[in-house]
């Protein structure tokens, strides 16, 4: 899975400087941080909305679409910023053993 990964951050690496009439990346950042965000919102209303039709149906092939756009798009926003996916599966892994309770009490949040 991250040599799939590590093969999108490098073509995602590689649009940043290219002409935005080249690729749809590229469009993307030439239309700025608002537009990524943008589009990774509208993916996570798809995938909530597949998740659900999912769950009615029994069918799961749109969930997958929509989750491949979703991280997809979140992929475009972390490149947007710098980060690469290792750091995200570096935290996951970092997690590992870790008790969702015990995660979230470390950061200070709780449930509201």
């Not at 490098?10 to 990346?25: C, N, P, Q």
């Not at 590229?26 to 769950?55: C, F, M, P, R």
């Not at 972390?78 to 008790?99: C, D, I």
């Not at 969702?100 to 950061?107: D, I, L, P, S, Y």
């Amino acid at each position: 899975m991250s040599d799939t990964l590590d093969r999108l951050a490098e073509v995602l690496e590689a649009r940043k400087g290219a002409a935005a009439e080249t690729s749809y990346v590229a469009s993307l950042y030439h239309k700025g941080l608002n537009k990524i965000l943008e589009k990774v919102g509208e993916e996570s209303v798809e995938t909530i909305l597949a998740a659900k039709d999912a769950a009615v149906s029994g069918d799961s092939s749109d969930l997958i679409y929509e989750t491949a756009d979703l991280w997809f798009h979140s992929m475009v926003m972390l490149a947007a910023l710098g980060q690469h996916p290792r750091s995200v599966l570096a935290e996951l892994e970092r997690r590992f053993g870790l008790s969702g309770h015990a995660e979230k009490a470390a950061r200070g949040q709780s449930d509201q």
